[in-house]
């Protein structure tokens, strides 16, 4: 499932309409709790989604929008498809690979958003739609090793985690730089507490 989380955070709905699919097709055989995604009103319901979804990802700016939005919905959802998937763990097992599927969500989402934030600073639309294929593709990716190489899944997604966390401390790094210059400006532009656009 750790493979599954990643790639829900980045595409929610096709992981579920993939997975759904491969089990139509007897590639792989979902865990008894999850097995409602291979029913046709969810892999119809979640191919809607996902061509919405395709759509709102290639448009600058409204891909922020739309991932902003989903923060509450990929990261809940991954960590209650584990939560179903294990269904067969005892406690306190199940409710410890929810949370950390929830987090390997969070990872991969907060790392797409945050991407896709500073890529939408560039006016040309190009290299959005360069990264949203890359994304189609790494969602892929995920699933099949999650159905091939389910212990190499798991190592890409605990990688992930560290990822978002660099990203995250990066930020904050700049974030705090950020703050300082403004401060130290505006100290520098007020010294002794007379502005100096007033001084003569």
Not at 19 to 27: K, Y
Not at 124 to 130: G, H, K, S, V
Request: net charge positive; glycine share 6%.
């Amino acid at each position: 499932m750790a493979g599954a989380a990643a790639a829900s955070g980045l595409r929610l709905y096709a992981t579920v309409a993939i997975l759904g699919l491969l089990h139509r097709m007897e590639v792989l055989r979902l865990p008894s709790g999850i097995e409602a995604l291979a029913a046709t009103p969810i892999i119809v319901l979640a191919c809607a989604l996902y061509l919405v979804e395709f759509v709102a990802d290639k448009v600058p700016a409204f891909d922020s929008i739309w991932d902003a939005v989903h923060t509450f919905i990929r990261i809940p959802a991954a960590g209650l498809l584990a939560f179903a998937a294990f269904s067969d763990v005892a406690e306190p097992w199940r409710t410890g690979a929810a949370l950390l599927c929830g987090t390997i969500a969070f990872s991969s989402h907060a790392i797409k958003a945050s991407s896709r934030l500073a890529i939408n600073t560039s006016p040309e639309p190009f290299t959005n739609l360069a990264a949203s294929f890359s994304e189609e593709l790494v969602v892929l990716g995920l699933l099949w090793l999650a159905v091939s190489h389910p212990l190499l899944a798991l190592a890409v997604a605990l990688a992930t985690i560290a990822a978002a966390l660099l990203a995250i401390a990066w930020i904050m790094r700049m974030l705090r730089r950020l703050f300082a210059r403004r401060s130290s400006s505006a100290r520098a532009d007020g010294v002794g507490g007379v502005p100096r656009s007033s001084a003569s």
